[in-house]
Structures are given as structure tokens and as C-alpha cells.
């Protein structure tokens, strides 16, 4: 089962992209605000997996998106996190991690930049365990 989420704004462009690519029999697109306890109906469900980029907007929002990662961690769920840090914001988030997850930072060497991307991006990606 695939699940993709983001806020009510949002979903109406995602079922398109679903649509678009022929996965409405595969994929299922739901709501979820993770400064929303009730959104979606998604807390509390396990996931093997757990993907997500650019997630991480103001200091406001770290600790509702812990807990929303936290609410879908079962024995095995890994969790990717991507992100270009561009201010300490997103740095603190990052920072926060380890006192929740396991964290292992994905070596730079092993990040793919699309054509395109500044050099100077600080592009992070991080593989968590619960």
C-alpha cells in the first residue's frame, strides 16, 4: 500500500499526479497537517516505509512533525528525510532527531544533484529508524 499525503490544499494537485501516471489503483492520496491531530485519519497507522522532502518550514512545526514520524514507526519503519538546509531552522530540526530516531546521515558522495543545483546547495538526506 502507497499513501501519499500533504495538507487539504495540496491533494487535489496530488490525485491529478497520481492520476496523470495511472496509479489510482496502486496509490492512495490523503490528507495530513501534522499540526493537526485529527487530519487524514493517518496517525497511528504503521508504515514500512516513511519518504518526505522539504518538510521542515518554521521552528513552529518541529515538534508536530516529530510526532506525526513517531505515530507511524513500527519494528521495522525507516524513514527518509530530505532537505535542502537553507537557514538554522531547518538545521535544528535535524539537530532534534537523534533524541527520537536512530539517524544516519546519507554521505554527500551519495546524493544525486539534479542538473541545476547550485553547487553551494546544502543538500541533506537522513535515513531514521524508529
Do not use: K
Not at 63 to 85: H, K, N, W
Amino acid at each position: 500500500r502507497v499513501v501519499c499525503s500533504d495538507r487539504m490544499d495540496h491533494l487535489e494537485h496530488m490525485a491529478r499526479n497520481v492520476a496523470l501516471n495511472n496509479l489510482q489503483s496502486s496509490v492512495e492520496v490523503r490528507e495530513l497537517d501534522w499540526e493537526d491531530r485529527e487530519s487524514g485519519g493517518l496517525r497511528g497507522e504503521e508504515f514500512d516505509w516513511v519518504v518526505g522532502s522539504d518538510l521542515v518550514y518554521e521552528a513552529d512545526s518541529h515538534e508536530p512533525l516529530l510526532l506525526t514520524l513517531r505515530s507511524f514507526c513500527g519494528p521495522g519503519t525507516r524513514i527518509l528525510l530530505g532537505q535542502e538546509i537553507r537557514s538554522e531552522v531547518h538545521f535544528g530540526f535535524f539537530q532534534r532527531l537523534p533524541l527520537h530516531f536512530l539517524v544516519q546521515e546519507v554521505p554527500q558522495e551519495l546524493i544525486h544533484r539534479p542538473e541545476g543545483t547550485p553547487p553551494a546547495a546544502d543538500l541533506r538526506i537522513y535515513s531514521l529508524r524508529c
